[in-house]
């Protein structure tokens, strides 16, 4: 057995030495090819003038009267088989430039299919990491990418798809600070995003620089596709002036969504880039699509046009780049830009006890009961043995079974009544309970720190997690 | 008169997780017509069966939520003081955020 062990922390001590070299190596070969970019892009690039790159042209001497390559011709023969795209549109293309901001469940397809079409630059956001739990959708990324920057396992991907357009890494968050920086270097703006302060600075950020921005979301099994801030029409503020409660604003990682969902919605988003950077179609400006992929319903609705009122992009306004860079997005949507999870303190310090407490009182045999108020299906996933489980909304309504829970344990254990603990997944959603309890008469409540997730951070790491 | 009122993007949360409601509303107090104002009183009493501040603030809908009557924005129709005919379809919507 003991030689079997040692066999295997020697493999792991030599995946971990692997895994660092192969980070050097990215390393290196990143810089490489940006120097390689500076270089081709000194040697005669000097001819573009609104500053897109504009892959190495030899075509217009081979005197078709356009700039593709025979190699680009051939790549792209498909694109340039349609009539109403043809050529034109593909040499628009080719000389356009993207940002897609977010490498997640919207990003991932419309970066793959912004790739391979043949956009002349592609840049790309993002500052997490990949997640075994974001593989389920976000399939631009690859198992071995599991814990690597996404910018890199995107760019890598889209780099195998199609090596001759450039392919631009930003590894940071795009804040206030960043973004007019970033954004200005391209024409148009994909918001691949999944929270709302994102929305609204993306958004703002393209009315100030003049881009348009191609918006999608999903969540669940609904997705919604729009196109702001193009030719005169409305931008998200138009639509949106007064952010909504920031309780109102679901996420992936609290409501769940299926695959396939931000799959649909990212392809129509590299659609509509294809359409704005090619100039070939009508972009889905003034109008907004909105899917139900549960009934299989798409539906297609006329929307107000640009806001006179609009505190950005109306004509009355001013909304300039100082007082951009100056604003405050998180403070206005009340929400984080960030996407880690929202961390409450409602609670009194002898009001909690984190979850190695809770285990000692377990091993001791403390007469207790534990409320687990996650919603059921969250529960029916995993939970902690013998606890009970009364969603948070329901507790009301439920109290009673509580009451009766600790009048039975109490007995059981012959001694001075039981004690009544609260668990949720991350330690929110318990506190509010436990307040709520407090207030209605059960004032030794206590809320387990950090829920379920910190149950198996520090007590049990064998429990699954989700 | 008969309307359809569809919920989404989570509203259908606040009414028994029901996504597509046929329903008949009359105008109120005897007036002649029914406007979107008597409407989205109607269904806060009717239809919302918890959180009614995740559907309405003032007398209006919550920030975030579009409301479409026929396809439309109601920006488009006079918002409040849109006025419903027979078989109309209303849809209440709140904006998505995720990705």
Known sequence: MESKYGDASEIRREIEALKATRNDIDTRISALEAQLQEISLQNGNDAVSNGSFCPPISGLESGFGHDLTPEMIYRYSRHLLLPSFGVQGQSNLLKSSVLVVGAGGLGSPALLYLAACGVGRLGIVDNDVVELNNMHRQIIHTEEYIGRPKVKSAAAACRSINSTIKIVEHKEALRASNALEIMSQYDLVVDATDNAPSRYMISDCCVVLGKPLVSGAAVGLEGQLTVYNYNGGPCYRCLFPTPPPSTACQRCSDSGVLGVVPGVIGCLQALEAIKIASAVGEPLSGRMLLFDALSARIRIVKIRGRSLQCEVCSENASFSKEQFQEFDYEKFTQTPLSSSPLKLNLLQADSRISSKEYKERIVNGEAHVLVDVRPKHHFRIVCLPRSLNIPLPSLEARVHEISSALEKEGKTNSGSGAQLYVLCRRGNDSQRAVQYLHKIGFTSAKDIVGGLEGWARDVDPSLPMY | ?99
């Not at chain 2, 007036?31 to 109607?42: I, N, V």
């Not at chain 2, 806060?44 to 579009?66: A, C, H, Q, S, W």
Request: aromatic share 6%; hydrophobic share 40%; net charge negative.
């Open chain 2, 1 to 99: 008169m008969q309307l359809t009122l569809e919920f989404g993007g989570g509203l259908e949360l606040l009414c028994d997780s029901v996504k597509i409601h046929k329903v008949s509303v009359e105008p109120q107090n005897g007036a002649e017509m029914l406007t979107m104002k008597d409407l989205l009183t109607w269904v806060r009493t009717n239809l919302i069966k918890e959180r009614p501040e995740m559907f309405m603030k003032g007398d209006t809908v919550r920030p975030g939520v579009l409301v479409l009557v026929n396809d439309c924005d109601w920006e488009l129709s006079g918002q409040l003081n849109t006025t419903l005919e027979d078989k109309d379809v209303v849809v209440f919507i709140s904006t998505l955020h995720g990705g």
